[in-house]
């Protein structure tokens, strides 16, 4: 029913445009000069062509005239000048009516494709886990950045959808008012082409201020007409953008699992490896109970790195899903905001109106816990900043593995010779292991 409502009141906005108005517009403009928009309107006295190559051609030869008086050249390149930015304006708005006649023909065929894509059930998501374990950590989190950026593009058609089918829906009430203005233009237009010229004005300015005239009755015929097929198509290209922005919005829902289900595999197999990689730090200091105490002192300090990178690691993921909340929050917070823009915008009962939007106002987060969360995410920051500065200065003491080892030993005074290579040796693994663990909370 809403259909045929709609149909019928833009049936009624046509109609009234077409004959509310004097019959200089645009249903008899439209036989007359725009059938013709690169012809000169002849009947008014101005000759030659209003093409902009043709213009451009008369706008440089007014100006490298130089017999002509500076006033009347300033007055004639501004009058071409108009005439261009009408002559290529309509060309543009042709082109805009030709391609809009060109997407009518081939909407059914693109519904009728949306409609099957709807239809198409989903590919089953990878095997993630088989895919994820037979990776390298830092194939798994360029897979992860991929899907991210996947997810980003198919939100960004989303949105460009969402905010063309609201252009469309919108078109019904905000053209009438530009088409109406248009039609009163052409009717003033009408009557400065028909009006005898004071004998004071050169004739120069008089042909070039009918040629810009012409020029911007062709540009308002041509802008009344794609207004007329952007009426009368309303309803179809409603239904396309309907249905682009359903597929557009299915694709979003199936990224988001796609990405979810890789962030969860890969969160897991981190916690597995900063886990592992901690066990094997301390399996190897019981097995190397009989090494020099500063080989032990490694061990110790691969240890707490290995605990510190598994409880950022747990932190993490823990972060991940709050996070997730908040933006599903967020989300619901904009929708609940619209809603209430347009309970305002349009008359309800103002009782019904004061009790939606008390609940509305009910259901917002409280901001005492906001200015609470904010305290304790500032002191965070400050935790995290400090520990950020510590793995900076080892990451910077451990670019050189072998100064670094170097500088251990010499600290060292009851080293024996025969023990040096072996303990340079053991140094070095060690090292080059804290590096990649810093590396990895970093």
Same mark, same amino acid.
Request: glycine share 2%.
């Given at each position: 029913m809403s259909r045929i409502f709609a149909k019928l009141a833009i049936a009624q906005i046509i109609f009234i445009l077409l004959v509310g108005l004097p019959s200089t517009g645009f249903s008899q403009t439209q036989t007359d000069t725009a059938s013709k928009p690169d012809d000169a309107v002849t009947d008014t006295g101005v000759s030659g062509e209003l093409k902009p190559d043709s213009l451009k051609s008369l706008r440089a030869e007014v100006e490298n005239n130089a017999d002509l008086a500076e006033d009347v050249k300033k007055a004639a390149l501004t009058l071409l000048d108009r005439a261009i930015n009408f002559a290529e304006t309509e060309i543009r708005l042709q082109q805009e009516i030709a391609e809009i006649e060109k997407q009518v023909k081939t909407i059914p065929e693109q519904i009728k494709a949306t409609e099957i894509e709807l239809d198409r059930s989903l590919p089953t998501s990878d095997h993630v886990a088989t895919t994820a374990s037979n990776m390298q950590p830092d194939q798994r989190e360029n897979r992860l950045m991929t899907l991210e950026a996947e997810l980003a593009e198919a939100k960004s058609e989303l949105n460009r959808w969402s905010e063309q089918l609201s252009t469309i829906k919108d078109r019904p009430g905000r053209l009438p008012e530009p088409m109406t203005e248009a039609k009163k233009r052409l009717v003033v237009i009408e009557e400065e082409l028909n009006k005898t010229p004071s004998p004071d004005d050169p004739p120069l300015l008089i042909k070039y201020r009918k040629m810009a005239l012409a020029a911007e009755e062709g540009k308002l015929n041509a802008e009344l007409e794609l207004f007329e097929k952007q009426l009368a198509n309303h309803d179809a290209f409603m239904a396309l953008a309907t249905a682009e922005r359903d597929v557009a919005a299915r694709q979003v829902n199936r990224q988001e699992a796609v990405l979810k289900n890789w962030q969860e595999e890969v969160q897991r197999l981190r916690e597995l490896e900063a886990k592992k990689e901690r066990i094997v730090a301390e399996q190897e200091k019981k097995l190397a109970a009989d090494l020099p105490p500063v080989v032990q002192k490694q061990y110790d300090i691969a240890i707490e790195l290995g605990k510190l990178l598994e409880k950022i690691t747990a932190e993490e993921a823990e972060i991940i899903e709050r996070l997730e909340l908040k933006q599903a929050a967020l989300t619901q917070l904009e929708e609940d905001f619209a @809603? *209430? %823009?347009? =309970?305002?915008?349009?008359?309800?009962?103002?009782? *019904? @109106?004061?009790? *939606? @939007? %008390?609940? =509305? %106002? %009910?259901?917002l987060p409280s901001i005492e816990n906001f200015r609470r969360d904010s305290r304790l995410r500032r002191q965070q920051m400050g935790e995290i900043r400090a520990i950020l500065l510590d793995l900076d200065r080892q990451r910077r003491e451990l670019t050189d593995l072998d100064q670094a080892v170097q500088k251990i030993l010499q600290a060292e005074t009851e080293i024996q010779d025969t023990e040096l290579n072996l303990l340079q040796t053991e140094l070095r693994r060690l090292l080059g292991e804290r590096r990649e663990t810093v590396k990895k909370l970093q």
């Amino acid at each position: 029913m809403s259909r045929i409502f709609a149909k019928l009141a833009i049936a009624q906005i046509i109609f009234i445009l077409l004959v509310g108005l004097p019959s200089t517009g645009f249903s008899q403009t439209q036989t007359d000069t725009a059938s013709k928009p690169d012809d000169a309107v002849t009947d008014t006295g101005v000759s030659g062509e209003l093409k902009p190559d043709s213009l451009k051609s008369l706008r440089a030869e007014v100006e490298n005239n130089a017999d002509l008086a500076e006033d009347v050249k300033k007055a004639a390149l501004t009058l071409l000048d108009r005439a261009i930015n009408f002559a290529e304006t309509e060309i543009r708005l042709q082109q805009e009516i030709a391609e809009i006649e060109k997407q009518v023909k081939t909407i059914p065929e693109q519904i009728k494709a949306t409609e099957i894509e709807l239809d198409r059930s989903l590919p089953t998501s990878d095997h993630v886990a088989t895919t994820a374990s037979n990776m390298q950590p830092d194939q798994r989190e360029n897979r992860l950045m991929t899907l991210e950026a996947e997810l980003a593009e198919a939100k960004s058609e989303l949105n460009r959808w969402s905010e063309q089918l609201s252009t469309i829906k919108d078109r019904p009430g905000r053209l009438p008012e530009p088409m109406t203005e248009a039609k009163k233009r052409l009717v003033v237009i009408e009557e400065e082409l028909n009006k005898t010229p004071s004998p004071d004005d050169p004739p120069l300015l008089i042909k070039y201020r009918k040629m810009a005239l012409a020029a911007e009755e062709g540009k308002l015929n041509a802008e009344l007409e794609l207004f007329e097929k952007q009426l009368a198509n309303h309803d179809a290209f409603m239904a396309l953008a309907t249905a682009e922005r359903d597929v557009a919005a299915r694709q979003v829902n199936r990224q988001e699992a796609v990405l979810k289900n890789w962030q969860e595999e890969v969160q897991r197999l981190r916690e597995l490896e900063a886990k592992k990689e901690r066990i094997v730090a301390e399996q190897e200091k019981k097995l190397a109970a009989d090494l020099p105490p500063v080989v032990q002192k490694q061990y110790d300090i691969a240890i707490e790195l290995g605990k510190l990178l598994e409880k950022i690691t747990a932190e993490e993921a823990e972060i991940i899903e709050r996070l997730e909340l908040k933006q599903a929050a967020l989300t619901q917070l904009e929708e609940d905001f619209a @809603l *209430a %823009r347009e =309970q305002v915008k349009y008359p309800l009962d103002s009782e *019904a @109106l004061g009790m *939606a @939007l %008390r609940e =509305q %106002r %009910r259901t917002l987060p409280s901001i005492e816990n906001f200015r609470r969360d904010s305290r304790l995410r500032r002191q965070q920051m400050g935790e995290i900043r400090a520990i950020l500065l510590d793995l900076d200065r080892q990451r910077r003491e451990l670019t050189d593995l072998d100064q670094a080892v170097q500088k251990i030993l010499q600290a060292e005074t009851e080293i024996q010779d025969t023990e040096l290579n072996l303990l340079q040796t053991e140094l070095r693994r060690l090292l080059g292991e804290r590096r990649e663990t810093v590396k990895k909370l970093q």
